[in-house]
């Protein structure tokens, strides 16, 4: 089916506003630079959509809404102009396992929704711009059903700066050789904060870790037991990697280590090896309510950049 529709059959417009539409793939260009100049809060989305233009994700679209004077080309047209540059697009989301919102409000959510809604549920979450997604949600949770998890609060933080705590000497890149020892680290922090298991098929969870390992872009403290076996004390991912920015992912500390600074150091570790590689700034997102997490990241550097939301299905 066209993402575009006739006039008069637009279940996403609002009135006296544009419609959000799908983009062609001619145009994911444009949506790579709306997320770009959306800092921190484009890393997400755009790290998908770049695997989704490279190929290296199969599938997915991407939802926008045009700015004013985009969506028609001609009086009675039912064909839409090409978008052609990030600021032609005031929101977007990304469709893709997962929904990932970007610059929405409310009302740009709900747009999205009311084009969604008919799919059904099959996506995992709902994930970004706290307004967006609570506004999407608001239109779809009557057909989508009961979510396993609502976080509609999350603090979006960032820093581009050195840390200002010293760093754990010990942080250092995962290898593969170690993976038996940090999936199960992984699996718990997964755990523990959304309040189920990773699901998905069958060594799923593992397989993504192990991907994280094998670009170098999962940060950890092991002990140092001797003999092994060695446990993960600290753990840190470079989940996404997008426009100079990379979003932190899967922060851990061993449940008897807490407490000790080993998250300070630890991310302080995260931030210094980031800049080091060549990054413009770290971000990640946290529940509000979160708040012995939420000192470490401040303490380290990070500041509250933006809401985030997120609806787990």
Request: glycine fraction near 12%; include cysteine; aromatic fraction near 8%.
């Amino acid at each position: 089916m066209a993402p575009w529709q006739r006039p008069g059959r637009n279940p996403g417009k609002a009135p006296g506003r544009e419609k959000p539409r799908f983009l062609r793939p001619n145009e994911f260009a444009a949506a790579l630079e709306f997320c770009h100049a959306a800092g921190p809060d484009g890393v997400l989305a755009g790290a998908r959509l770049h695997e989704m233009a490279t190929g290296a994700v199969p599938g997915g679209e991407v939802l926008v809404w045009p700015k004013a004077g985009r969506a028609v080309a001609r009086p009675g047209a039912w064909w839409t102009p090409d978008i052609g540059r990030g600021d032609q697009i005031e929101a977007l989301c990304c469709c893709s396992a997962s929904l990932m919102v970007v610059g929405a409000t409310a009302e740009h959510g709900a747009g999205f929704g009311r084009v969604l809604r008919p799919r059904g549920r099959r996506y995992s979450s709902l994930v970004g711009t706290a307004a967006g997604v609570l506004g999407m949600w608001e239109v779809l949770k009557d057909d989508w059903g009961q979510p396993r998890t609502l976080r509609p609060v999350q603090l979006l933080m960032a820093q581009a700066t050195p840390p200002l705590v010293a760093p754990d000497p010990r942080v250092r890149p995962a290898t593969r050789a170690e993976l038996d020892i940090v999936a199960p680290a992984a699996h718990a922090m997964f755990t523990e904060e959304l309040g189920f298991p990773p699901g998905g098929p069958a060594g799923s969870h593992r397989a993504h870790v192990a991907r994280l390992i094998d670009q170098g872009n999962t940060l950890v403290r092991l002990s140092d037991a001797v003999p092994p076996p060695q446990r993960v004390e600290f753990k840190a991912d470079l989940g996404a990697i997008f426009g100079g920015w990379a979003q932190v992912h899967g922060v851990w500390v061993d449940p008897a280590l807490r407490g000790r600074g080993l998250a300070k150091a630890g991310m302080a570790a995260v931030v210094e090896q980031g800049l080091a590689r060549g990054l413009q700034g770290l971000s990640l997102y946290v529940n509000d309510f979160n708040l012995a997490a939420v000192a470490a990241y401040r303490a380290v550097g990070f500041a509250v950049v933006g809401r985030w939301a997120t609806v787990m299905l």
